[in-house]
């Protein structure tokens, strides 16, 4: 031949992808004549080399290849297919069928939000935040408390979690009083992920009350309620001495 073009693969699949992805094309060269060749995708959800159309000058007996890639910003999820053309300026044209599965992607919810706890001073106590996956592809998690938030804990802290789709997962808490007096406390939980709906990393509020022992608070009220009584009592022998 003087010129003749030849691509590879002849059809392209992107599977199932919610972020833009990549696919090389080879378009080769089989004739001994340099040949122009046009490529273009029917549709704008395929793009050559980040362009709707481009030309390609390739020699004889060469090859050039060609990034087709799938843009999934504003579309809808589903099946999307299109045709890329190549045609030379010889009359010699192929064409290469793409298509790709547009999911939804990872979705993260959280609950509760925020997290309220409530510990008795010098007592530990334990409490859990769900993760769930409300997406149709893998969720990865990451939970994690700064280090100068000692008072809570997260389990396995640090460690990446993967969530299926539709499915969920409880992260264990440990809230501990050992070591701050009684009060109000406010601090978050860092949820690093690759959810789709929400910004990464999520800070999680958490709202602590450390309360007073439940032995010495019976105690006082039994000291008050003795008090009290022996204030009636004096009262009514006053009041029958007075009689």
Known sequence: YMANIEVSPSAISFGKIYNPALRTLMIQNTGVRNVQVTVKSDVDAFTCNKKQAM???IPGKQGRTVQISCETKGLVPGPVSGV???VGDNDTSRRVPVDAQVMQGPALTVSPQPLRAKVQ???NAVY???LENTGDMPLEVTVETPAEQSWLLVENSGSMHTIGPGEKMDVGL???AQDIQ???YTGSISIAHTGLNINSPLSL???LEVAGSTIISKILLGFFVLTLSV??????FRRRTQA
Request: charged fraction near 20%; aromatic fraction near 0%.
């Open 128 to 130: 859990k935040i769900t």
């Open 84 to 86: 890329i053309q190549c």
């Open 205 to 207: 509020p958490v709202e």
């Open 174 to 176: 440990s809230v501990t």
């Open 231 to 236: 204030m009636l009592l004096l009262l009514i």
């Open 55 to 57: 030309q390609l000058d």
């Open 121 to 123: 001073k010098a007592k």
């Open 182 to 184: 009684m009060g109000k």
